[in-house]
């Protein structure tokens, strides 16, 4: 098995651990790091609904609570015919650690989409604007 099918096998075992009582969308993800390491994330939904957490920030915020902090690539699976990208808030907070960061869409079956962070946020609000002379 490759690295690239590992990842999307760890994001679909991750889906399966999501909690979407409310959506009953289940979203896995799978964050590989620059040393080959795979973390994984689910959405976990609330009953407030705004305090839902998404599968790839979950997977990133693991990540970097465990000391790692460079990633090549994603996984995004969900259970759709089309492409399930990922929201607005999660490519910003993706941005902000992996702007070159490969991004794969599947579904339970197949890859549906392959694309960048950098093709999926352009123009990003970046860091860097923040620092004033
Ligand atoms: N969701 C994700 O986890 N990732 C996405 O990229 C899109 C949406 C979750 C949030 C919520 O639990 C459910 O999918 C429906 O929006």
Known sequence: MSASDRLVEAARAARDRAVAPYSHFKVGAALQTTDGTIITGCNVENASYGLTICAERVAVVKALSEGHHAFTRLV????????????GACRQVLWEFAPDLEVVLANLHRITAVTTLRDLLPLAFNSHLLRRP
């Open 76 to 87: 995004v699976v969900t259970d759709t015919e089309e492409p399930t990208s990922p929201c």
